[in-house]
């Protein structure tokens, strides 16, 4: 931690030691339950926070910093997974989030940060609860031709590829 304190506080020209320093911070959660993890920070004064979820945060894996010829990217590439196997609707494999891990102090207080562009982790279930006759209609309208290739058809079967090919006005 103090590592990367000390490359946080002269940002931005020591971003590859900053990036070092977190990096080294990631590969410890990488083998440490995150639970034991998030707690050894509090224990340092260190703040955890990740995107919120209504699941049990499970494990997350970091990767080397991404880096182009002209600049370096602040912080490090993880992927954060959340433990869904008893949750209706999700995968049983679990729910899993690409992040940033950034170190920072917020108030004068450290803290390590999972960012991701969700503040909230959910997969959008509105759609799924509605009841199957409304999947069943909106399948069988899908598979249902259209009026344009019903004409089609009346004329010649055979033209209906080729005006599909082509994207013949109707």
Same mark, same amino acid.
């Given at each position: 931690?103090?590592?990367?304190?000390?490359? =946080?506080?002269?940002?931005?020209?020591?971003?590859? *030691? =900053?990036?070092? /320093?977190?990096?080294?911070?990631?590969?410890?959660? *990488?083998?440490?339950? +995150?639970? *034991?993890?998030?707690?050894?920070?509090? $224990?340092?004064?260190?703040?955890?926070?990740?995107? &919120?979820?209504?699941?049990?945060?499970?494990?997350?894996?970091?990767?080397?910093?991404?880096?182009?010829? #002209?600049?370096?990217?602040?912080?490090?590439?993880?992927?954060?997974? =959340?433990?869904? $196997?008893?949750?209706?609707? =999700?995968?049983?494999?679990?729910?899993?989030?690409?992040?940033? %891990?950034?170190? *920072?102090?917020?108030?004068?207080?450290?803290?390590?940060?999972? !960012?991701?562009? /969700?503040?909230?982790? #959910?997969?959008?279930?509105?759609?799924? #609860?509605?009841?199957?006759?409304?999947? !069943?209609?909106?399948?069988?309208?899908?598979?249902? +031709?259209?009026? &344009?290739? #019903?004409?089609?058809?009346?004329?010649?079967?055979?033209?209906?590829?080729? %005006?599909? /090919?082509?994207?013949?006005? %109707?």
């Amino acid at each position: 931690m103090a590592k990367a304190d000390a490359a =946080y506080r002269n940002l931005p020209t020591s971003l590859l *030691d =900053y990036n070092s /320093a977190v990096q080294e911070i990631c590969k410890e959660l *990488d083998t440490t339950h +995150p639970s *034991d993890f998030a707690s050894s920070l509090k $224990k340092l004064g260190v703040s955890f926070d990740r995107p &919120r979820s209504d699941f049990r945060f499970a494990m997350w894996k970091s990767f080397a910093p991404r880096s182009t010829a #002209n600049a370096i990217e602040i912080g490090i590439p993880v992927v954060v997974g =959340y433990e869904t $196997k008893d949750a209706p609707l =999700y995968p049983p494999e679990g729910l899993f989030v690409d992040a940033t %891990a950034i170190y *920072d102090r917020v108030s004068g207080q450290p803290r390590l940060e999972l !960012r991701s562009k /969700a503040n909230k982790v #959910n997969l959008n279930v509105a759609r799924m #609860n509605w009841p199957p006759s409304y999947w !069943r209609e909106r399948a069988f309208e899908a598979a249902r +031709p259209t009026a &344009r290739e #019903n004409r089609l058809r009346r004329h010649d079967p055979a033209i209906l590829n080729v %005006a599909e /090919a082509t994207d013949l006005p %109707a």
